[in-house]
């Protein structure tokens, strides 16, 4: 059991050559050979995204007979990484070109800055949600991360593991969450449309908070560990999420509404200043008069 002593902090998501958009809670998993995209008007979510979100199944039991292999080969069940202390839970794929590699930088990030140590207070559990890949892959993701958290001693606290199907669905659907696969740069389904987020899992394998996006706050992660330590079940976080999407090089369309996103938001950004600014010059002006005038009625 962990002790209580830090209080929750705020967290943000982050636009990271992907797109950020609110959304409804919803979540599928649609067929690896869904090609039915659609074309995006203006602002809108392209359709092919419409198919991607995370729904919160707070309180929802992880599937703990889903069978899976580690980084070095073995064979393992999902259940074998719970019964004696809470989870951090993240579902990415070791080849995402964009997201999850930001995903497991901002992860990394805030760990380093949670005194608590993988192995002993909690697990690290990372599953790719692509069957192609590979033990050896997953243990180059784990070296790679592991050197960055700089505690090489805490090796027995990371799992990536790998999987087929069957297993991987049955994780995504407890979770909720949804992914399509779509074509790469070269018209292959190689990727993976989806959305950021980790999980914290209680010591019994249910699903106990969860935080969207690719940046991740370390009083958030300690507070939600300590509290999946004690078994209890956190509350839902507002939907803001970051999707990870190929985008056509060629038509550019994807990256356009990625483009205005953030325009947008820099014109709300530069309009807010620009009128506290004037509201505060205006303020100054007349206080300067008021003395100005105060001065020759007393002169």
Not at 108 to 121: F, H, W, Y
Not at 253 to 270: D, E, W
């Amino acid at each position: 059991m962990l002790n209580l002593g830090t209080i929750r902090g705020g967290w943000k998501a982050a636009v990271l050559g992907c797109a950020l958009f609110c959304t409804p809670l919803y979540a599928q998993v649609s067929g690896y050979g869904d090609k039915q995209f659609g074309e995006n008007t203006g602002d809108q979510l392209p359709q092919v995204l419409q198919k991607v979100a995370v729904e919160q199944h707070l309180n929802q039991q992880l599937p703990f007979d889903a069978a899976f292999v580690d980084e070095t080969g073995k064979p393992v069940k999902l259940g074998d990484y719970f019964g004696k202390r809470p989870a951090i839970l993240s579902l990415v794929y070791y080849n995402c070109p964009m997201l999850c590699s930001e995903e497991m930088d901002g992860l990394t990030s805030s760990l380093e800055m949670v005194k608590l140590t993988p192995g002993k207070d909690f697990d690290v559990v990372i599953i790719s949600i692509d069957p192609s890949e590979t033990p050896d892959l997953a243990a180059k993701r784990k070296a790679f991360y592991l050197k960055r958290y700089g505690r090489p001693d805490t090796a027995a606290g990371w799992h990536y593991l790998t999987g087929q199907r069957p297993a991987i669905d049955a994780v995504t659907n407890a979770v909720g969450f949804g992914y399509v696969r779509v074509p790469g740069p070269d018209g292959r389904l190689t990727q993976f449309a989806h959305a950021s987020s980790i999980e914290i899992v209680t010591t019994e394998g249910r699903l106990a908070q969860y935080y969207l996006g690719v940046e991740y706050s370390p009083k958030d992660m300690l507070l939600g560990l300590i509290e999946a330590s004690g078994n209890k079940i956190g509350s839902p976080v507002a939907n803001i999420l970051t999707y990870c999407y190929h985008y056509d090089p060629q038509t550019n369309k994807h990256s356009l509404i990625v483009v205005r996103v953030v325009q947008l938001g820099g014109m709300v950004t530069v309009a807010g200043l620009g009128g506290f600014m004037f509201l505060m010059f205006r303020r100054d002006l007349k206080l300067g008069r008021d003395h100005d005038l105060t001065k020759k009625e007393n002169g």
